[in-house]
């Protein structure tokens, strides 16, 4: 199994300063996995899954159970709660536990729930934990060749070359397996189609049907396997009722289940300084990107994820406020993506499965916004900077170009 060292470090840097952190991510993107390899670095250390019958009886007998937990030497132990969001009462527990033992024992909780805004009401729990997210592979973390976050926001476009030796079959592996390490890992299409099928099934039936206040569990689904048809254009809901034949806020608020358990993530129109631009519509891209069949929409899809992943984990390290957006203009201009740092834009990132000649509307908008852009291709000769009046935009292949991201 891979160590994951990119969210270790994140761990290491985090829990130096609070004896309570939170993992989020999907389900089944190995925060189990990550919390073990944590606790193995521990003298001391107890696991708790909420899911194991006997571990909730040890908690509804005794909150404190974790007192007994066997010490080897003096040193801090530490307690992993595991899916502890299913309790309902969650974050009460969480916040006593913390302000009595916070000094004594570190505490690290998992959960494939949106543990940062997922359980409603309850005692907050502000101000007592960091939380990161943990994704699934991606070839920033494969590649290991990531550079400084200072470096890149310098100067995205002088990123050097990467040794594209390994990194293109990762890239490849990457779209055809996911990068839930599961079917990574397996590497065989048989067992990517049956994980794949199992997943969803499982998330949609189990997960969200128990957890939320859904009953339409047949048109959740539809919805679900409508989307990958849909990634690489901005998304219109009343558009899919009307194919579901459900009600336009139905469609708003499965759409934000699915973010709530991590099946999609959205990202949002930059309108800043953009004349006529959309403002409303959403794009919508998929963890599980090989149920994505256009090559073209898969791709827009494995850089949004590279990128996605990034940007939350800036945010998560304390690096900045940045956030990622599209632009598209009422005549139908489009870069797929933005990046921006503290409501300022940093970068424009486009992506064109085999199109070494920057596209109209990524030379348009970096005029309009005078910052740099890169569009990035399946694959090149190498990397190549073009002219754009007082500006370069450099057009790279993906899986080089990617596999540097801080």
């Not at 089944?28 to 899911?51: E, P, R």
């Not at 998992?110 to 991606?138: E, V």
């Not at 009307?242 to 309108?271: A, G, K």
């Given at each position: 199994m891979k160590k994951r060292i990119l969210y270790q470090k994140v761990w290491t840097e985090l829990s130096q300063e609070k004896s309570l952190i939170l993992i989020a991510g999907p389900r089944q993107a190995g925060k189990t996995t990550l919390a073990q390899i944590i606790a193995d670095s521990f003298t001391n250390s107890l696991y708790f899954n909420w899911d194991i019958p006997e571990h909730r009886t040890r908690l509804f007998k005794n909150p404190n159970f974790f007192e007994s937990v066997i010490r080897k030497d003096a040193s801090k132990p530490l307690i992993v709660f595991d899916e502890i969001h299913k309790f309902k009462d969650w974050k009460n527990y969480l916040k006593g536990i913390y302000d009595q033992f916070h000094g004594q024992y570190q505490f690290l909780v998992s959960g494939s729930g949106r543990l940062d805004i997922y359980q409603r009401g309850g005692d907050s729990l502000a101000g007592r934990y960091y939380l990161f997210h943990l994704w699934p592979f991606t070839l920033a973390e494969l590649g290991g060749r990531n550079i400084g976050i200072n470096e890149f926001l310098r100067s995205p476009q002088n990123i050097h070359e990467a040794n594209p030796k390994g990194l293109k079959d990762l890239w490849t592996r990457l779209s055809e397996m996911s990068g839930f390490p599961e079917p990574f890992l397996l590497n065989k299409e048989t067992s990517y189609r049956r994980w794949s099928n199992t997943y969803s099934n499982q998330l949609i039936r189990e997960d969200i049907r128990d957890l939320t206040a859904v009953k339409s569990i047949k048109e959740l689904e539809t919805l679900y396997y409508l989307?990958?048809?849909?990634?690489?254009?901005?998304?219109?809901?009343?558009?899919?009722?009307?194919?579901?034949?459900?009600?336009?806020?139905?469609?708003?608020?499965?759409l934000s289940v699915f973010e709530l358990f991590f099946l999609v993530f959205s990202i949002y129109p930059w309108t800043k300084k953009i004349s006529r631009a959309i403002q409303k519509e959403r794009k919508v891209y998929l963890w599980d990107t090989p149920r994505i069949k256009d090559i073209s929409s898969r791709f827009e899809n494995m850089v949004a994820v590279e990128l996605y992943r990034a940007i939350t984990q800036w945010n998560d390290l304390g690096f900045g406020t940045f956030s990622l957006h599209f632009i598209r203009n009422k005549e139908k201009q489009e870069v797929d993506f933005l990046i921006a740092e503290q409501g300022?834009?940093?970068?424009?990132?486009?992506?064109?499965?085999?199109?070494?000649?920057?596209?109209?509307?990524?030379?348009?908008?970096?005029?309009?916004?005078?910052?740099?852009?890169?569009q990035l291709i399946e694959d090149h000769g190498g990397y190549q900077l073009i002219s754009n009046k007082s500006q370069k935009i450099l057009i790279a292949p993906a899986y080089q170009w990617l596999a540097q991201l801080p």
């Amino acid at each position: 199994m891979k160590k994951r060292i990119l969210y270790q470090k994140v761990w290491t840097e985090l829990s130096q300063e609070k004896s309570l952190i939170l993992i989020a991510g999907p389900r089944q993107a190995g925060k189990t996995t990550l919390a073990q390899i944590i606790a193995d670095s521990f003298t001391n250390s107890l696991y708790f899954n909420w899911d194991i019958p006997e571990h909730r009886t040890r908690l509804f007998k005794n909150p404190n159970f974790f007192e007994s937990v066997i010490r080897k030497d003096a040193s801090k132990p530490l307690i992993v709660f595991d899916e502890i969001h299913k309790f309902k009462d969650w974050k009460n527990y969480l916040k006593g536990i913390y302000d009595q033992f916070h000094g004594q024992y570190q505490f690290l909780v998992s959960g494939s729930g949106r543990l940062d805004i997922y359980q409603r009401g309850g005692d907050s729990l502000a101000g007592r934990y960091y939380l990161f997210h943990l994704w699934p592979f991606t070839l920033a973390e494969l590649g290991g060749r990531n550079i400084g976050i200072n470096e890149f926001l310098r100067s995205p476009q002088n990123i050097h070359e990467a040794n594209p030796k390994g990194l293109k079959d990762l890239w490849t592996r990457l779209s055809e397996m996911s990068g839930f390490p599961e079917p990574f890992l397996l590497n065989k299409e048989t067992s990517y189609r049956r994980w794949s099928n199992t997943y969803s099934n499982q998330l949609i039936r189990e997960d969200i049907r128990d957890l939320t206040a859904v009953k339409s569990i047949k048109e959740l689904e539809t919805l679900y396997y409508l989307l990958p048809s849909k990634v690489g254009s901005p998304l219109s809901l009343p558009s899919l009722a009307s194919d579901i034949r459900v009600s336009y806020n139905s469609i708003r608020n499965w759409l934000s289940v699915f973010e709530l358990f991590f099946l999609v993530f959205s990202i949002y129109p930059w309108t800043k300084k953009i004349s006529r631009a959309i403002q409303k519509e959403r794009k919508v891209y998929l963890w599980d990107t090989p149920r994505i069949k256009d090559i073209s929409s898969r791709f827009e899809n494995m850089v949004a994820v590279e990128l996605y992943r990034a940007i939350t984990q800036w945010n998560d390290l304390g690096f900045g406020t940045f956030s990622l957006h599209f632009i598209r203009n009422k005549e139908k201009q489009e870069v797929d993506f933005l990046i921006a740092e503290q409501g300022k834009p940093v970068l424009l990132i486009e992506a064109k499965i085999s199109d070494s000649q920057p596209s109209p509307a990524l030379k348009k908008f970096q005029d309009n916004l005078q910052i740099p852009a890169v569009q990035l291709i399946e694959d090149h000769g190498g990397y190549q900077l073009i002219s754009n009046k007082s500006q370069k935009i450099l057009i790279a292949p993906a899986y080089q170009w990617l596999a540097q991201l801080p």
